[in-house]
């Protein structure tokens, strides 16, 4: 067996693997043995049918076989023993004149080799770290929020300021018939909100979608529509009131901080709102975290430039999903993981070029 390395350029290399009949025929021999010792062939004792038939029937198929774990195994050692960092994995070349019938093979397989590169660091370029603090605003929030979730409902005859509506949307025309509840400060907009207010069960309020709420998400939800459907989406609609509730806050008491927490974590609000201040404030570090990673990721990928065997992986990406990607479709891929693989490669010398 011979194995040599063609480098094309810093980036794309050529791995020839030439097998000779010497490197497998003992292997596919032994095989045969075991074949004819096993084969129960009508006309013969078993382990007595010429070894001439068994080659005839399974020696090709076996021969293939082992020549193909013969070259993976090869391929495999000579990547590991070379230390050749490659991305992706290696493509055979095609031959159009290849012939299993002969005894003697070689095989090419295209690399794609991972770029060497410096990374650079700008003393001058300043990245901020967030520290989000929950203010006095957002604490007074959760604390209603607590009180809702733990309050009373309580059924009102009339829609007025605070309540929760319940009703069906329906645009004939768009196919929209959906049940929602919705609360009336929600609503955007006073015009929108006084078609509601003092109407009652059974009454019907007509509507228009733009504008009906201040994200489009929550119009997405009332009406039961997709979020490819919603943006741009005005329509009219009839809404038909089927309940109004109004929820009682809860009362800021023991009970409450112990249907929240658990019994005696929470023995006064003072205590409550700084629980939830600390609850908050490790939410918002994760999020202050990872907005960190995003912002130290881009900058790196900006501004640690090298090239990469973009045709190869074009090439690789096409061939090594589950289902075979047209050139087309392998070129929109690499765009959208192309940043993602600078990154991995970035982290990766980091990593190695400070013995983490």
């Not at 040599?4 to 032994?30: F, H, M, R």
């Not at 960190?292 to 790196?300: G, K, P």
């Amino acid at each position: 067996m011979n194995i040599t390395k063609e480098n094309i350029d810093a980036l794309n290399a050529v791995v020839k693997v030439e097998i000779s009949a010497a490197d497998y025929q003992e292997k596919v021999a032994i095989i045969l043995q075991d074949y004819r010792k096993k084969a129960n062939i009508p006309g013969f004792r078993k382990g007595q049918v010429p070894m001439g038939m068994v080659k005839k029937q399974y020696g090709k198929s076996i021969m293939i076989d082992e020549v193909n774990k013969l070259l993976q195994e090869a391929l495999n050692k000579f990547l590991t023993e070379e230390k050749l960092d490659v991305l992706g994995n290696p493509l055979p070349k095609m031959q159009n004149d290849f012939d299993w019938d002969k005894e003697d093979y070689s095989f090419e397989f295209e690399l794609g080799l991972a770029p060497e590169f410096d990374i650079k660091l700008d003393a001058k370029k300043k990245i901020t770290q967030y520290t989000i603090i929950a203010d006095k605003e957002l604490l007074k929030k959760e604390v209603e929020n607590i009180q809702k979730r733990y309050g009373k409902i309580i059924s009102k005859e009339v829609v007025e300021e605070g309540v929760n509506i319940t009703g069906t949307f329906v645009n004939e025309e768009k196919e929209i018939n959906k049940k929602s509840t919705i609360e009336l400060a929600s609503v955007k907009g006073k015009e929108n909100q006084k078609k509601f207010v003092g109407k009652k069960v059974g009454d019907v309020v007509e509507l228009n979608t733009k504008g009906l709420f201040d994200d489009d998400h929550k119009l997405m939800g009332a009406l039961g529509v997709d979020h490819d459907a919603i943006h741009g989406l005005y329509i009219d609609v009839i809404f038909t009131i089927e309940e109004v509730n109004l929820t009682e806050l809860g009362e800021v008491n023991q009970e409450l901080f112990d249907k929240v927490f658990g019994p005696d974590i929470v023995k006064s609000k003072e205590e409550l709102v700084a629980k939830i201040k600390e609850d908050a404030e490790k939410q918002f570090k994760t999020q202050a975290d990872q907005q960190l990673l995003n912002d130290v990721t881009e900058y790196l990928v900006e501004n640690t430039k090298f090239d990469l065997p973009s045709e190869f992986l074009k090439k690789w990406l096409a061939v090594a999903g589950e289902k075979p990607m047209t050139h087309e479709q392998a070129a929109e891929e690499f765009d959208r993981s192309e940043k993602g693989l600078r990154y991995q490669l970035i982290e990766g010398k980091i990593l190695k070029d400070n013995k983490l």
